[in-house]
């Protein structure tokens, strides 16, 4: 987790929440679980151009990326911002692609540092 933090944080994204879905199932149901974390991202400037732009891009802000250890392996994924403005049926839109393009290449960087 310190270094997926360290990462985003070097690539200008901040973590907004941080979801323990562990905790969460074990609080509400008494079972144990996978340790899986959903981290809340966001860069700030990028989420402002969005959002002059589009107001109603908020619903898929911020980013999330999942962090969970399957046995002896760590998997971390993100949504493709850029996949996300096509379900809100706004692609068209020049700059909000302009946005989901600068955020992909962030969360790839993000990936390529914590491979192995």
């Known amino acids: ?29 008494g079972e144990d679980f ?8 966001s860069n700030t400037p990028l989420s402002h151009r969005a959002l002059s732009n589009l107001p109603e891009v908020g619903i898929i802000l911020p980013c999330n990326v999942s962090v969970e250890k399957r046995d ?7 949504a493709n911002p850029e996949t996300m403005i ?11 692609r302009e946005v989901a393009a600068e955020a992909r290449a962030r969360l790839d960087c993000v990936a390529q540092s914590m491979k192995p």
């Not at 987790?1 to 200008?12: F, P, Q």
Request: hydrophobic letters at 45%; charged letters at 30%; aromatic letters at 6%.
């Open 86 to 96: 096509m379900l809100g049926e706004h692609e068209e839109d020049a700059a909000l």
């Open 1 to 29: 987790m310190e270094k997926v933090n360290a990462t985003l944080k070097d690539e200008g994204v901040g973590v907004l929440t941080k979801i323990d879905v562990r905790e969460t199932i074990e609080q509400k149901f």
């Open 72 to 78: 002896a392996d760590v998997f971390i994924s993100s």
């Open 34 to 41: 996978r340790p899986y974390v959903i981290l809340s991202a």
